[in-house]
């Protein structure tokens, strides 16, 4: 029988759990870790609130989740509550699946003072990640800046400019609808290093801006290369590049009837974050011009003004002690997933913060067969004790874990408690989320 640990339940985790049933049957037994009571990692604290089919996806994983041979270890931190030598000890493979759960830090002056956070934070905020439910950031000034030109950065715009009403069917929560009705923002500025040709945003994802209740896309024409060079784009890029075109064409009489902005500055790069009495009050931005792909600075600065800057420039996976790291990629130190023989990673922990939800499916696969690899070579060591030697230590440690079918009670409660227009109301507290594991 085959001992599997799997550290983190977002996709890449339970991709791989499924790839160890497909590979060996019922001669496996999975035990998957996570940090919260609740699994599906970004799935349920990352992925957009209004976007309900995407975080639907989760329901794919319950086949595998519910399975004999498969268990929800939740509420044990890996690094604190039991170490990686531990686990390593008590089954044929260890994977650590932990994501990239931290932001990427800017490296500006100023990027501490209040009203600047990264997205790992603000996105956190309003999806109810335990860890961020308390940041209540300051919607009372009129301007807001995202930084990044990825789908996060549209992301956090989309959701400062909706309206209660648009939030309507999404798992927004409480706290943040409440913050979000009252917000003074009137203009938000969407900062890029490069240009049109460069963003990252899907094509889905920057329609959807075209259609806000009180808020208009701008961008310059001046920034939009000749219609001609759009040919050499990618057919995504390009459909993605024909919305930035069709924002810049919105007529102003049309703009007259909305009441917030969502503007693309593109090659503009912060150098500086500006506050008064510790509070962001601007972002000094240099233009910058393309050479050979690359944003340049041109000498040439401006400050757009900030009550709020929220930075969309990535994320990297936080340390777990005894485990080597990669400081400067933001990630596990591994050789196509390989950290050691019996030490592996995959999806964003593996690969760094790059990549949607599939992306993390042939991962787990391909994790599986290096492990199977290194089995049969005798490189990592099978016929350890797994589960059994874990449920000990839990015992003896005084765990609380909370499985899949008490999660399934969490859920239960979470939709219970919706208000009348969302499918649910998260607990954004771990020992609330215990609480009703319990029932
Ligand atoms: C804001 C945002 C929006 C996104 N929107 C989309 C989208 O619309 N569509 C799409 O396809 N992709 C989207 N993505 C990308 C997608 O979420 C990722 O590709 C995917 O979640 C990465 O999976 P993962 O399993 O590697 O990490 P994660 O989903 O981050 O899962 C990691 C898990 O590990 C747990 N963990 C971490 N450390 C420990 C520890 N020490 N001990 C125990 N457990 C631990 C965490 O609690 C978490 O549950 C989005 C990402 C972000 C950040």
Same mark, same amino acid.
């Given at each position: ?11 890449? $985790? @339970? @991709? ?63 690094? +604190? ?39 790992? /934070? ?19 000034? $009129? ?31 409480? !706290? ?20 049109? !040709? ?53 007529? +102003?009489? !049309? ?37 050979? $792909? ?11 003004? *900030? ?21 400067? *990629? ?38 599986? +067969? ?9 490189? /990592? ?13 839990? +015992? ?19 939709? *219970? ?23």
């Amino acid at each position: 029988m085959r001992q599997i640990a799997i550290i983190g339940s977002g996709p890449a $985790g @339970y @991709y791989t759990a499924e790839a160890a049933q497909k590979q060996w049957g019922e001669d496996v037994v999975v035990d998957i870790f996570d940090r919260l009571p609740v699994p599906f990692g970004l799935i349920r604290t990352g992925v957009a609130p209004d976007h309900q089919s995407i975080k639907g996806v989760s329901r794919r994983y319950e086949a595998v989740a519910l399975s004999d041979n498969v268990r929800f270890i939740g509420n044990v931190t890996v690094g +604190e509550d039991v170490s990686i030598a531990e686990l390593e000890a008590m089954y044929d493979a260890v994977v650590l699946a932990t994501g990239a759960p931290y932001d990427k830090k800017l490296g500006l002056e100023g990027e501490d003072l209040a009203g600047v956070h990264g997205s790992a /934070a603000f996105v956190g905020w309003y999806n109810g990640h335990p860890q961020f439910a308390g940041l209540d950031p300051d919607v009372s000034g $009129g301007h807001a800046v995202v930084i990044g030109n990825g789908n996060v950065a549209l992301d956090v715009a989309r959701i400062l400019a909706k309206t209660r009403g648009e939030f309507a069917g999404s798992d927004i929560v409480g !706290h943040a609808l409440d913050i979000l009705q009252q917000s003074r923002i009137e203009q938000i500025t969407i900062l890029g290093r490069r240009g049109p !040709h460069q963003i990252a945003m899907t094509t889905k994802e920057l329609g959807e801006l075209a259609h806000l209740e009180r808020a208009c896309p701008r961008v310059d024409p001046a920034d939009l290369p000749d219609e001609g060079e759009d040919a050499l784009l990618e057919p995504g890029q390009r459909k993605s590049v024909t919305h930035l075109r069709s924002f810049a064409a919105i007529p +102003e009489s !049309h703009r007259a009837d909305k009441d917030m902005e969502i503007e693309f500055d593109f090659f503009a790069s912060p150098r500086r974050i500006l506050g008064d009495g510790g509070k962001v009050t601007g972002v000094e931005v240099e233009r910058t011009k393309l050479d050979g $792909g690359r944003a340049v600075g041109t000498g040439e600065t401006y400050v757009v003004p *900030a009550s709020l800057v929220v930075a969309c420039i990535g994320y990297q996976t936080s340390p777990i002690p005894g485990v080597p790291f990669e400081e400067s *990629a933001g990630r596990f130190a591994n050789v196509d997933g390989r950290i050691l023989p019996g030490l592996y990673c995959v999806g964003w922990a593996r690969r760094g913060p790059s990549g949607t939800i599939g992306t993390n499916r042939p991962d787990g696969f391909s994790i599986i +067969e290096r492990i199977v690899e290194d089995l049969a070579s005798g490189a /990592a060591k099978g016929g350890k004790p797994g589960r059994a030697a874990f449920d000990a230590l839990a +015992e003896q440690r005084s765990l609380k874990i909370v499985r899949f079918r008490d999660w399934q009670n969490i859920d239960e409660a979470e939709k *219970a408690n919706a208000r009348e227009d969302s499918p649910r109301e998260k607990f954004v507290d771990v020992g609330a989320m215990i609480e009703a594991a319990k029932r």
